[in-house]
């Protein structure tokens, strides 16, 4: 979460992130903001996080968290907004989405050593989503983002709980080639739909 102008002390909480907090970032730690991308749910900005996080993984090069994408789950940003603004800060994917990524390398990699560890990653993802009691309902290529070699998926502006009253809709949204047939017919999504 970011605020704009005043200061927020928040204690850290449990998460499932392989850093295992969620770390409360003020809005102007960020610099460098530049727009990158939007969807229907919000628009994705590059940004520099001018302290860098407070824990990192030893396994993890410092470069790495010198840009990051900021989600905004808003339309716009304003200066003049004084509530907390909820966004995703996430590390920023170097090697774009898996659309661009097998465009780009699909000749020379190797089922083994590349391609394997990519569709295992995913499914692991699909797993731990499923696991938290959730679908994703918006699963497709441009939504895994490739970040040295490793898959992570992205944009859960659809996802919901399973039985959430917004389970069950009147309005097709998604990828149509990556959609569950029975979203067609009676618009149900189940946790398999993701699959």
Request: some cysteine; overall charge neutral; aromatic content about 14%.
């Amino acid at each position: 979460m970011c605020k704009r102008k005043n200061s927020w002390n928040m204690k850290q909480t449990n998460s499932k992130i392989p850093e295992d907090f969620i770390e409360w970032i003020l809005f102007e730690q960020f610099e460098n903001i530049e727009g990158i991308g939007h969807g229907g749910f919000g628009t994705i900005y590059s940004a520099s996080w001018k302290q860098g996080p407070i824990y990192t993984n030893i396994d993890l090069k410092m470069e790495f968290y010198l840009s990051f994408i900021v989600t905004a789950f808003l339309h716009r940003l304003s200066e003049d907004i004084e509530e907390y603004i909820p966004v995703l800060v996430i590390q920023f994917a170097e090697d774009s989405d898996l659309l661009k990524y097998l465009t780009k390398n699909f000749d020379k990699m190797r089922w083994l050593k590349d391609k394997l560890p990519i569709l295992a990653n995913n499914a692991n993802g699909l797993k731990i989503i499923l696991e938290e009691g959730l679908t994703h309902r918006g699963l497709h290529y441009r939504n895994i983002l490739i970040n040295n070699n490793i898959s992570h998926i992205s944009d859960f502006g659809l996802s919901h709980p399973f039985g959430h009253k917004n389970f069950t809709t009147n309005k097709l949204f998604g990828v149509v080639p990556f959609m569950a047939p029975e979203i067609f017919t009676n618009k149900s999504f189940n946790p398999k739909s993701d699959i």
